[in-house]
């Protein structure tokens, strides 16, 4: 079966470009060809790259024209069957895997102060890029074959803005692999990494986008709390995470460390106290479900799709900006230790990655075809 995977732009490094490539690899391995369509870069993977031309004067023009080359494309029955994850017209299946674009914009925005808040909006409400992602969302949602949501919480935004996509939505939980995300093997010796005296806690922040993430909340939990006195936190993903403001900077002086991008996750995951993921926004963080499955316990809000496992390993707060209640959660889940690591990964056990791709894979299949509107 020859596959399309369409995104306007894919950079290196990102989760989208994780998700895509393994689960290209899964496509490879039953026989399936999978080409990647994209607009903008073009890294190597376990798929041939198709570059469509998107020159054009302003953003919104050029995510106009990817669209409109990949409809083309589409309708001529290029490919038989499509994934496509954002900004096209229409796909045998569409998957929103960074969410909704107004969500995503009103919790980039909420982080504002009211004056910068109410300016971004004002330019959202008249840039071109960004009247272009809403019509391109709309018309997906209403012409694709079939719509997955990674989490009840996309769906519930489904239904929100295109009630009559909600009966061609299908949920499909995010899952990982279990037999690289798990409780044995090595783990970061923090003493040698960190020159740390034994026993400190050290609670992990994993992000690459760190500010919609919440590493400034993050990072006020661990500086505003008496009962975190003692706790390091390691961050792992931006090589320069931004700046945090000068009251935290000077509680947590010596005790905040960039780690970078990291190959080796699951070392970290084992050996962290805790995971810390105060996010604005996320259809289902995969390094919460990472953690888990490593046997670390999980601090989230309820933003957050995979806030919707239920475990007592994994604790969610309404608001990031609310420091004491994720303070407090922190340091219930401390307290707790060794016991509830055995919960953790329990509550990941019916989340298997290669089990999401071969539901996926079961979505691409059903929706083959030219019934694509």
Known sequence: MKIAFAIDALASG????????????????HGDEVEL???RGAPEGPWRVRSLDVRGVGAGARLRRFAAAFDERLRAGTWASSLAIRHVR?????????GLVDPAVHARDERRSPPRRWLRQRYRAFSPRMRAMRSLEAEALQR????????????????????AALARTELLPLGVDLARFTPEGPRIDWTSELALPRATPVVLFAAYNARLKGF????????????????????????????????????????VHWLGARADLPALYRAAAALLHPTWYD?????????????CPVVTTERNGAAEIRSE????????????????????????????????????????????????????????????S
């Open 14 to 29: 990102g989760g989208v470009e994780g998700y895509l490539r393994r689960a290209a690899a899964y496509l490879a391995e």
């Open 37 to 39: 369509v994209v607009g």
């Open 90 to 98: 229409a796909a045998h299946v569409y998957m929103p895997h960074g």
């Open 144 to 163: 694709s074959g079939l719509v997955l949501a990674l989490s009840e919480r996309v769906r519930a935004e489904i239904a929100a803005v295109s009630p």
């Open 216 to 255: 400034a909340e993050a990072a006020r939990v661990i500086a505003s709390s008496c009962a975190l006195d003692a706790v390091h936190l390691a961050v792992v993903g931006p090589p320069a995470p931004p700046p945090l403001p000068r009251d935290v900077r000077a509680v947590l002086r010596g005790r």
């Open 283 to 295: 259809p289902c963080s995969t390094v919460a479900l990472e953690a888990l499955a490593c046997g």
């Open 313 to 372: 390993a994994l604790r969610a707060v309404a608001d990031p900006r609310d420091a004491h209640a994720l303070a407090s959660s922190l340091a219930a889940l401390l307290a707790r230790g060794a016991p509830l690591r055995t919960q953790a990964r329990a509550a990941m056990l019916a989340r298997e990655e290669r089990e999401h791709f071969a539901a996926l894979r079961g979505a691409l299949v059903q929706a083959l075809g030219p019934h694509v």
